[in-house]
């Protein structure tokens, strides 16, 4: 009976280490905070040239991962009014906020999500294709929050598929066929 419950006990305990090593590892391992001068400054793309163009910005914090092309995700403020923004700058009709760790509180997907749909945040594109099949995506709240994420655009969704890209898109680098 005591080899059993020794048994038991070591399941146990393997399975405890194993969550919390999986915690860990999902929230905190693999993220690092960047500074602005790493990430570069806050784009967003112009409607009239079609290239991106940096904006003011203050107050810059991020995070992001060589693991994955899309757990960049950014915070900052800006002086410049959404209706300046909106009349210069290319806005998005779909953009969804990912979710970042609790510990980056300083950006809360939820929030982000409710303020676009209400129309209290605007999306921009940010950076089309920062990185193959990858758009940088900003948000500008009503008091000049801005928050930033990757996201897959459907170039990206196509390729990363296995299927071939659509004439529509830049052709797809080797790495990523």
């Not at 129309?119 to 948000?139: H, L």
Request: with cysteine; charged share 20%; net charge negative.
């Amino acid at each position: 009976m005591t080899q059993v419950r020794i048994a038991i006990v070591g399941i146990l305990m393997s399975a405890l280490i194993a969550g919390v090593a999986l915690y860990y590892l999902q929230i905190y391992a693999y993220y690092d905070e960047v500074t602005a001068e790493q990430v570069g400054e806050v784009q967003l793309t112009s409607v009239v040239s079609g290239e991106s163009e940096p904006i003011l910005f203050e107050n810059f914090k991020a995070i992001d991962s060589d693991s994955s092309p899309i757990r960049f995700r950014a915070c900052f403020d800006t002086p410049l009014s959404q209706a300046m923004l909106s009349e210069t700058y290319t806005v998005l009709s779909e953009a969804e906020p990912l979710v970042a760790p609790a510990w980056f509180d300083c950006f809360d997907a939820r929030e982000i999500g409710e303020a676009l749909e209400d129309g209290d945040a605007i999306a921009f594109m940010g950076v089309e294709n920062i990185t193959y099949g990858i758009d940088r995506i900003v948000a500008i709240m009503s008091d000049g929050r801005g928050f930033s994420w990757h996201q897959i655009n459907a170039c990206g969704e196509t390729v990363f598929d296995g299927n071939p890209a659509p004439e529509s898109c830049p052709p797809a680098p080797e790495r990523v066929q």
